[in-house]
């Protein structure tokens, strides 16, 4: 159902004002209050919040989920010292980046002081998240609190309960210290809105932190969260995961609840949107889906697939085979992408682990059936969003909405048709991956490292997942070195996509970013490809 249209009840410029306040008041509830930031601030700015924060705060934040977790349950930390901690880092980093929508100072120590007691008493913790903080995505719905999906117009739309997926996790004993930001449509490879701004990669402000997710990667990049709560439809967990040198996990459809989520179309399933973390470790991936799923979310949410978690078992009667996927016959990846590629293969042939050239199957084709699925209203709902409020159109919202030629408003017989064509590219590289006989697929997650602001245009390296929903994790392996990455002249572009891509390679701005890569699993396949990531990081010393 469309917003309704009507005359904006007062100028959009008003309502990202209060926005922006509302954001800076809660931050201005720390007390203490968090430092001041230095003048004249590097481009690189993942340094500053240790020089600048408490010894005992630096301690905290550096550590990974499981540690963290491993201090609480045995008493060496408490619930408050945690949140604390983790409350001053995230105000730092969004002072750093732009990344939150609002902290939660009250709720988080309220929560966390509850935890404290509750350990006092019983001596054990509260669950098995007990005293963690985790930060949400603001499109996740929490009882009383705006819920605006990054459109203007809906900044007053209100839950009237927590989400599925927090009310699981708070019963588990999980601390939700802050929300993050994501873009206007949240149908960005960038996190752009017109209410919070641009949320900048903390390895180089002229860079996006990736999107939609994109206030939870530039957030945890900067350790401000050790666990955070993203979505992806399209790449939004996996792109801003890569782009700030994080873990990130798109889990198959339907294992994670997204009940409670203020998802703007909602019921247009032709592609399943999901849930799903990000992380400074991949210990926090698996903490957060077996927490989950184990809850048996099933039981009160018919649409999830009924399915616990699985302890995978690496094959002990041959080695593993792993597929690479060099480029998917469309757009060739920058310089550092396949150098991360052949360190990656290189060191699992020497350690023993079958490595399988993967070819690519018509993905051309896959993006033509994913982008006529997205917006099968022809974008009604999500143009009447933004244009009903004034707002001005954000440069990636008109690119996905006006100028991509898939976009249109399908009858039931054009939507019947793209459906078939959807389950048939289904079924095709199902039979397309048997031939390979492969376990795991190892590929890049993007047409190249972190972009410059309102030029990430190919999504192809994630969104392929999607159509098929597959499982997909993004790791770090190294980082661009402009000495070493060179573009090379590799004779005619493989398309038009591939010729603009080229003409993005910039060795100077993007030296010293991350490189990441992603490990794909077919359908259900969630425990599988963390399992063997687990694996291969310590068999091969990932990252570089």
Not at 235 to 256: E, L, Q, V, W
């Amino acid at each position: 159902m469309a917003p309704k249209t009507a005359k904006p009840q007062r100028p959009w410029q008003e309502v990202a004002k209060e926005a922006q306040d509302y954001r800076d008041s809660t931050i201005a509830e720390l007390s203490p209050s968090a430092p001041s930031l230095p003048p004249n601030l590097p481009k690189d700015v993942t340094a500053i919040a240790d020089e600048i924060l408490h010894g005992n705060t630096v301690s905290i934040t550096s550590l990974p989920p499981d540690e963290i977790l491993k201090l609480l349950s045995t008493g060496q930390l408490t619930a408050v010292d945690v949140t604390n901690a983790y409350l001053r880092r995230a105000a730092v980093a969004q002072r750093l980046v732009n990344c939150i929508t609002e902290l939660l100072p009250s709720r988080a120590v309220k929560q966390a002081e509850e935890l404290d007691a509750y350990y006092r008493e019983h001596q054990r913790p509260m669950g098995p998240l007990h005293g963690l903080p985790i930060s949400v995505k603001e499109h996740i719905g929490f009882k009383g609190l705006r819920c605006s999906t990054g459109y203007v117009s809906q900044y007053d739309r209100i839950p009237n309960e927590d989400a599925h997926v927090l009310q699981i996790l708070q019963e588990a004993g999980a601390v939700f210290h802050c929300r993050t930001t994501e873009p206007q449509t949240m149908m960005h490879l960038e996190t752009d809105s017109n209410l919070w701004g641009v949320t900048n990669n903390p390895y180089n402000k002229n860079l996006t932190s990736g999107g939609s997710s994109g206030g939870e990667g530039a957030l945890i990049s900067l350790h401000g969260s050790p666990l955070g709560i993203g979505s992806d439809v399209g790449g939004s967990i996996r792109n801003p995961a890569a782009n700030c040198g994080i873990y990130g996990i798109k889990p198959t459809a339907f294992r994670i609840p997204t009940d409670g989520w203020g998802y703007a179309m909602a019921g247009a399933d032709a592609i399943d949107s999901v849930l799903g973390p990000l992380s400074t470790s991949l210990s926090g991936l698996k903490l957060f889906m077996k927490t989950i799923i184990d809850a048996q979310p099933w039981l009160t949410e018919p649409a999830v697939i009924p399915m616990p978690w699985r302890d995978y078992q690496l094959p002990q009667d041959r080695p593993l085979r792993i597929g690479v996927l060099w480029h998917d016959g469309v757009v060739r990846p920058h310089p550092p992408i396949t150098r991360a590629l052949n360190m990656v293969t290189e060191e699992l042939q020497r350690n023993g682990i079958e490595v399988v050239d993967f070819k690519p199957h018509l993905h051309d084709e896959a993006w033509a059936i994913i982008s006529s699925l997205y917006f099968t209203d022809g974008g009604a709902w999500d143009s009447e969003a933004i244009d009903s409020s004034g707002e001005p159109w954000r440069p990636l919202s008109k690119w996905i909405l006006k100028d991509n030629p898939c976009v249109k408003n399908l009858s039931v017989g054009e939507m019947s048709y793209w459906l078939e064509e959807r389950e048939a590219y289904r079924k095709e590289y199902a039979l397309h991956w048997n031939k390979f006989n492969v376990d795991l697929l190892l590929t890049p997650v993007g047409p190249g490292v972190a972009p410059k602001h309102n030029t990430a245009k190919y999504w192809c390296y994630t969104s392929q997942w999607n159509l098929l929903d597959y499982p997909g994790v993004v790791f770090p392996v190294t980082k661009v070195d402009k000495e070493k990455d060179h573009l090379s002249d590799e004779g005619k572009p493989l398309s038009g996509h591939d010729k603009d891509n080229r003409k993005l390679w910039d060795a100077e701005e993007f030296h010293g970013l991350p490189v990441c890569l992603q490990l794909v699993g077919r359908r259900f396949d969630d425990e599988k490809i963390l399992a063997v990531l687990e694996h291969i990081t310590s068999l091969v010393g990932l990252p570089f």
